[in-house]
């Protein structure tokens, strides 16, 4: 049976992926596109309500699809450049989608298990009547690294995409320096979401966030145009 095969082990890394991909990103969009403008309409009793029932079950997926999806990807990208050969990732144009979209990944999983959900566990023990810290503060770092992932997801998504359906012609500098440039990028973004909880900037808004998002996949996607090719 094909399933029991090298590329049917592939697919099943790639379903799982998949899988656990949609329940991860769904939920963050969740929270950001629907959940967040509605607790802002709401009253203070129904909005913790749902803090104490509906949001730690969504926030178990939330969390264990980020699991499954950083997992599974390290186990695909393990994968394809034991096919690639290591010698040859830097003249690949794959490296460079799946490295910068990786990278992002990364970061977002990182952000959903050492700052999101920290800071979720003080905010749904408030709710609860328990001290766990101050609730208005861990609002804020949860608030800061959701909306940074959101930013993250869009071009991450266009990156992962382009990996299969995007070749370009790779230059001999390789893909390093554009990969490089794009993790400089992505690196500065991130130190925002880890250290500065309160600047929400142009991600404040749900247009906002979007719009920062496709911005920054645009920029990638010409520093790779132009340091690739």
Known sequence: MEIFSASGAEMLGRWA???????????????????????????????????KQMVPNALWWFRWGAMFTFLSGVYLLWHRADQIGMSNLGSSPWTVWIMVGALMG???????WLIIWPAQKI??????GEDLGDAADAAARAGVASRTNTLFSIPMLFMMGAASHMPIKVAQTGVWPA?????????????????FPKKMGSMASV??????????????????DLLCN
């Open 179 to 195: 990969i490089g440039v794009c993790s400089a990028i992505i690196l500065l973004i991130e130190i925002n979401a880890a250290f």
């Open 123 to 128: 905010i749904i023990g408030k709710a609860n």
């Open 17 to 51: 992926h998949y899988f656990a991909g949609v329940a991860w990103i769904g939920m963050l969009w969740f929270f950001n596109f629907v959940q967040g403008g509605w607790f802002k309409t709401t009253d203070a009793d129904t909005k913790n309500n749902a803090v």
């Open 207 to 224: 247009k906002g966030v979007i719009t920062s998002g496709v911005v920054l996949c645009v920029v990638q996607y010409l520093v790779i």
């Open 106 to 112: 990364t970061f977002m999983f990182l952000n959903v």
